[in-house]
């Protein structure tokens, strides 16, 4: 078999092939800083009634992060190996959920499941947050356990990382912010038409669309119910009925059979 010929402008790395200017190098060597986290003790109430943000993997419902579920105060804090982490640093569990990576926009302490990353100079942390986004399979793989998996990070700090120089990488980081931007908007709206059917949903099945006004001046246009009563549902039309769904059911079942209509019970 031949040698695969590398384009020029680019070289081979422990990744594969990358532009003649990027780096690759161990994780580990591009973190200054990793911090952990700890519990305060459940059973000193007195801990749990504080006003600082304790974050853990339940947390990690999104990537841009405003709160936490738990809270704890200075002395829970003080009296744990929980940290105080300031905001906008990286934090990644490694335990549960991995592969994950996100910001917080406060200070928050985190737990011993969570560890914040301090990038070196020549990284810039919101390009390793998407790559984190962009290896997070391969991440969750390589974790052990057989109910809950969970990465050392002398396992982590194992794999290798290709990055260019750090105007490249700002610029990395800002398409794929953008581009998560939008994303959020999208869910926002979706996540808005949905509410809007639901809504449409329960007024059509409870007060339907009208009826159709066939006469030369209504122009087949359809003109909503004006009349209503009361049934075990709730307000409904006057023509409407109210039946068991087993009995709807059972009335279609002999509809299809070919036997005769029976009489539906009031």
Request: charged share 25%.
């Amino acid at each position: 078999m031949g040698v695969a010929v590398v384009p020029e402008g680019y070289k081979d790395s422990s990744v594969g092939v990358i532009p003649v200017d990027w780096s690759c190098e161990k994780l580990g060597s591009t973190i200054e800083k990793i911090v952990g986290g700890g519990t305060p003790s459940k059973e000193v109430e007195e801990f749990w009634q504080g006003d600082i943000p304790w974050a853990s993997v339940k947390d990690f419902t999104g990537t841009r992060l405003t709160k936490t579920v738990d809270y704890i105060s200075l002395a829970g804090l003080e009296s744990s190996a929980s940290n105080l982490i300031p905001a906008g640093t990286l934090i990644i569990p490694t335990r549960m959920a991995l592969g994950k990576a996100a910001f917080f926009d406060k200070n928050v302490a985190i737990n011993q499941d969570l560890k914040a990353l301090y990038p070196t100079e020549k990284l810039e942390k919101e390009f390793l947050f998407y790559w984190f986004q962009a290896n997070a399979e391969t991440i969750e793989s390589e974790g052990t356990g057989s109910t809950v998996k969970g990465i050392r990070l002398e396992v982590l700090k194992e794999f290798f990382l290709a990055f260019p120089p750090l105007p490249e990488q700002k610029k990395i980081a800002r398409i794929l912010s953008t581009v998560d931007r939008k994303l959020e908007l999208i869910d926002q709206q979706i996540t808005a038409t949905q509410t809007l059917k639901k809504g449409l949903m329960q007024k059509l099945f409870s007060e339907g669309v009208g009826s159709q006004d066939d006469s030369l001046e209504g122009k087949g246009q359809w003109q909503p119910h004006t009349e209503f009563k009361d049934s075990e549902l709730g307000r409904i039309p006057v023509g409407w009925e109210v039946r068991r769904l087993g009995v709807c059911r059972t009335y279609n079942i002999l509809r299809k059979e070919g036997s005769i209509t029976p009489q539906l019970p009031a």
